[in-house]
């Protein structure tokens, strides 16, 4: 089993930046079997929404919303992945979660709150 651990949340003003951090441990064979890392987000009353994924060859996949305003990075070595988030908008504010997927499964962080103030 993977853990998670989320870092690099918090308040920050509409077109500011914020590095989100997931680290992920686990035995050798449970961090060898991820292949893909993400962020999600989820704001209250609303179902969890993609906002970038990375597989470990480095093929990213962003949501509209995203695209252009925010980049997905791993470190393979680290088993780190990490989201730069640039032009935020108030729109942005909500809990982000990372996910890792090993084959059919797909492990969760805790979540760090996201809040962008105009």
């Known amino acids: 089993q993977v853990q998670l651990v989320e870092s690099g949340g918090g308040l920050v003003q509409a077109e500011g930046s914020l590095r989100l951090s997931c680290a992920a441990s686990?035995?050798?064979?449970?961090?060898?079997?991820?292949?893909?890392m993400g962020w999600y987000r989820q704001a209250p009353g609303k179902q969890r929404e993609m906002v970038a994924t990375?597989?470990?060859?480095?093929?990213?996949n962003y949501a509209d919303s995203a695209k252009g305003r925010f980049t997905i990075t791993r470190d393979n070595a680290k088993n780190t992945v990490y989201l730069q988030m640039n032009s935020l908008k108030t729109k942005d504010t909500t809990v982000y979660y990372c996910?890792?997927?090993?084959?059919?499964?797909?492990?969760w962080g805790q979540g760090t709150q996201v809040t962008v103030s105009s």
């Open positions: 686990g035995s050798i064979f449970s961090i060898f079997s991820i292949n893909a």
């Open positions: 990375i597989t470990r060859g480095g093929s990213t």
């Open positions: 996910a890792v997927e090993q084959g059919p499964r797909r492990s």
